[in-house]
């Protein structure tokens, strides 16, 4: 009998001003496959459905248990990651390509740096005094924790940017992880001293306001961040503090 | 004088402690990571971080704290530097709960502690089971405050290839290659870090991520600095088995409750939940009565061995053991362990609140590493390490919740001392040899795109893993060690005639990936031949044929250095600092 295989087809691209093409491969089946061990077997035996020789898919990924953020593409149409995508469960042939809401470097390796130059706007960050010892932190209570925590499980994937409709170069949208992030920070005891500019930096053109309320992020989010109540607590304190902003002028 | 410039390698967590005490101190600092740092391994650990708070009012002290250390480790740990670790941890949990790390609570709105495997004390914070993750984003989210404010250059997407020395054998800078343009480049620097993590993929399957090569490490041990412990492996008793890698499968699973067993009948077929009580073998609760589930990994992993290969209750007869948290309610589950409870749930497809998880142990951590002085620095000026990349706080094994502790303290006290051994530096001599390393590093990537042989990267490499993990892990043989030294030996012949199918000059991963397999096939010699030499049994390292600890012959660390000529390492041993603590035998199925 012959050995069970796979079929997957891969768009692939040799760099970011080359054009693309979709490669074919049949691999064999292993039990609790994912994507990211089928492209470990074409680095392995680099050959395409049509014998081939071909060379190793380009990818990025680094803790293949869907907590780094690194391999999130498009599988079957659907922004996910690549680790967490069995191919038991995927229809065949598993068609992968890149995010296309990112400039791709190669093959299915994207630019997401979009997002870290986010977090720097918005200020994502608890500006401590200094890191020599000033003794406990401030009281969180577990009711503000269960808030905190969801929303500091981000790993910066972008499949909610990757979904969204207003996310492209024509509105200039942060993107919901960007605005989760804002909601994290202004709610923490010390975090909040940034509040104003946080709010400010949302404010106007590629701000809260651009979202369509498409909904998509929340669904594609994999790590199931409350993306949707955060956007809406924020655009209601983003238009809070443009009106006190207002009224101070 | 300007500040002194520092590079700091690595991304996680010791990495990026040490240049926040870099910036903060004014210094300047460039951070090298292979991928963006956000997404470095720290990410992966999950349990907790040790500290002994004593929020639980059980009496705990750091020196309790210190003594489980040392004696976890089997003493083979230098004992000063473990001490001062764990006199400083409390102020660290401080620190990084004042960063916003969301750690779970008490009802007062106090840090909440859980107990960790090797101590009879609550003395692990947590965040949810993704406590790796939480810590490496609070020091992310400073060290982007310090980019925003031009402190800190970052250079993500970049390797290391090897550090740049002066004709005096002092480092001046590295040497690194931009993994898209594939240009090879050299940084000058009046001190290096090296906070590049474990060795998890010499292994082929392990519980570490894609990038725990070892080959920073290993490109320096062969440029003459001292790898230290390399025969100390620890092999995590629960992970779960994968086409890709092993799942950890967290110590805090068992800190909550969770019970491993296995069915007491062999070849028994019944669902999990269909075995009674009393027809099921806790034999971790049985032999350990008083640590339980809670013993140190290298215990619990040898005894899950011991009920599989010598006793045959594998699970189905296969090389798995049952990790049951069933008897658990959902609310303390989701609350405490949610984000582990998530990984099985989507990797194996059964939800482990319902069903009792399988596991069995896999790869996880390097004791070993680096050899660094009591400053961190390696025995060539100017190179220090941190983190799980140097050798100096676990001794012969590592106890859960402390890797965390130590990358972070690692950080913190190696920054400081990179930037005051720099300001002491003198100038260098000529170019402070850049020309040099960058014509031999180019030289290197010239041989190995007009290699044309037969043999691809991804094969050796897989042959690599299989030949270490079945002789140089949980139980070992001379003379399957020496089998294995010598399929190493063949592998590096081999890997001569290495055939690169993409020999392009834009983002080609598997160039990158080949250059690192030369520098893992290096190392694992370093850790199958320290394992050979060492005739004894201490923590991780298990010898049946020598099945006892010999303080007289091994309290010693283990340092092995490239010898060029022969192209192979060469060992000798260091005396332990054992001032604090008297090495006492290390029994946890005894009763005191």
Redesign the interface.
């Known amino acids: 009998m012959a050995e069970k295989t796979i079929q997957i087809e891969i768009k692939r691209q040799s760099g970011p001003d080359a054009s693309s093409t979709w490669e074919k491969f049949e691999i064999p089946w292993k039990p609790g496959m994912n994507v990211i061990s089928a492209m470990m077997e074409i680095a392995a035996n680099p050959v395409n459905a049509s014998g081939q020789e071909t060379t190793p898919i380009a990818y990025d990924s680094n803790c293949l248990e869907e907590i780094c953020g690194s391999c999130a593409m498009v599988i079957n149409g659907k922004a996910r990651m690549a680790c967490s995508a069995l191919v038991d469960k995927l229809e065949q042939p598993i068609r992968v390509q890149p995010l296309t809401k990112f400039p791709v470097v190669r093959d299915l390796a994207v630019d997401r740096s979009v997002l870290f130059e986010n977090l720097k706007a918005v200020q994502a960050w608890v500006p401590v005094d200094g890191t020599y010892d000033l003794g406990s932190g401030p009281r969180v209570f577990p009711q503000q924790q269960e808030v905190a925590y969801p929303l500091s499980n981000c790993i910066s994937c972008c499949c909610c940017m990757e979904v969204c409709p207003q996310f492209n170069d024509a509105t200039g949208f942060v993107g919901a992880a960007t605005i989760a992030q804002v909601k994290l920070f202004n709610s923490h005891p010390s975090g909040k001293v940034l509040k104003e500019e946080r709010l400010r930096a949302l404010a106007g053109d590629g701000g809260v306001q651009e979202c369509g309320f498409a909904q998509n992020c929340v669904q594609a989010c994999p790590k199931q961040l409350p993306l949707t109540e955060a956007i809406s607590d924020i655009t209601r304190d983003v238009t809070l503090q443009v009106a006190k902003d207002f009224l101070r002028a | 004088m300007a500040a002194p410039k520092i590079i700091v390698v690595g991304g996680g967590l010791a990495g990026l402690a040490a240049v926040?005490?870099i910036a903060?101190a004014g210094g300047n600092v460039d951070l090298f990571s292979i991928?963006?740092v956000?997404?470095?391994?720290s990410?992966?650990a999950q349990g907790g971080i040790n500290a002994a708070k004593d929020l639980k009012g059980e009496g705990d002290t750091t020196w309790k704290h210190f003594d489980d250390t040392i004696y976890g480790g089997d003493f083979l740990a230098n004992q000063t530097p473990v001490k001062a670790m764990c006199e400083a941890a409390p102020?660290i949990i401080?620190?990084l709960?004042?960063?916003?790390v969301?750690?779970?609570?008490?009802?007062?709105?106090?840090l909440d502690f859980r107990r960790f495997g090797g101590t009879l004390y609550q003395r692990t914070a947590f965040?949810?089971a993704?406590t790796g993750?939480?810590l490496l984003?609070?020091l992310d989210?400073?060290v982007?405050?310090h980019?925003?404010e031009g402190k800190v250059k970052k250079y993500e997407g970049w390797e290391f290839l090897s550090a740049v020395l002066d004709s005096n054998g002092v480092a001046r800078g590295i040497c690194a290659m931009n993994l898209?343009t594939m240009e090879v480049t050299t940084f000058a620097a009046d001190a290096i870090i090296i906070a590049t993590g474990g060795i998890g993929a010499i292994f082929g399957k392990s519980t570490n991520?894609?990038?725990c090569t070892g080959s920073a490490q290993a490109a320096l041990y062969q440029q003459g600095a001292y790898y230290a412990n390399g025969e100390f492996i620890q092999v995590h008793p629960t992970a779960i088995p994968?086409?890709?890698?092993l799942?950890?499968m967290s110590e805090s699973a068992r800190g909550e409750g969770g019970r491993v067993w296995v069915p007491r009948t062999v070849g028994d077929k019944r669902a999990a939940k269909a075995i009674p009580e009393t027809e099921r073998w806790y034999f971790l609760e049985e032999w350990y009565p008083k640590y339980g589930n809670l013993v140190p990994r290298d215990v619990a992993t040898r005894a899950i061995h011991k009920v599989v290969y010598e006793h045959g209750l594998g699970i189905d007869g296969q090389p798995m053991v049952y990790l049951d948290l069933t008897h658990i309610d959902r609310a303390t589950l989701n609350?405490k362990l949610e984000?582990i409870l998530e990984?099985y749930q989507?990797?194996v497809g059964d939800d482990p609140r319902e069903v009792p998880m399988k596991i069995f142990p896999g790869m996880h951590y390097t004791m070993g590493g680096l050899w660094v002085d009591f400053n961190q620095m390696t025995n060539i000026p100017g190179v220090f390490a941190a983190g799980e990349a140097e050798y100096q706080y676990h001794g012969a094994n590592r106890l859960g919740a402390n890797s965390l502790m130590s990358c972070i303290y690692g950080g913190?006290q190696t920054g400081p001392n990179a930037i005051a051994y720099a300001k002491a530096l003198k100038a260098a001599p000529g170019d402070g040899g850049h020309a040099q390393e960058l014509a031999r590093q180019n030289d290197l990537n010239k041989q190995l795109v007009s290699s044309s042989g037969k043999e691809?990267p991804?094969?050796i490499w897989?042959e690599l893993g299989e030949t270490m993990t079945k002789n140089v892990t949980v139980i070992r043989h001379n003379k399957n060690i020496q089998q294995a030294d010598e399929k190493i030996v063949e592998l590096m012949e081999r890997y001569r005639n290495i055939n690169l199918?993409?020999k392009?000059q834009?983002?080609?991963?598997?160039f990158a990936f080949t250059r690192q397999l030369y520098n893992m096939l290096q190392i694992s010699r370093v850790v199958a031949q320290g394992a050979r030499l060492r005739d004894e049994s201490r923590g991780a390292h298990y010898k049946p044929e020598f099945p006892d600890r010999n303080d007289e012959k091994f309290l010693k660390t283990t340092k092995a250095s490239f010898a060029p000529d022969a192209n192979e390492p060469r060992f000798e041993f260091e005396a332990v600092d054992t001032q604090h603590i008297p090495p006492r035998p290390r029994r946890y199925d005894a009763a005191s």
């Open positions: 926040i005490k903060e991928v963006p956000k997404r470095s391994h990410v992966c102020a401080d620190l709960d004042r960063m916003g969301p750690f779970n609570r008490t009802p007062e709105g106090l965040a949810g993704t993750q939480q984003y609070a989210e400073q982007r405050r980019e925003s898209r991520s894609v990038v994968g086409e890709d890698k799942r950890l609350r984000g990984i989507k990797f913190f691809n991804f094969r897989r199918s993409d392009s834009w983002a080609n991963t598997s």
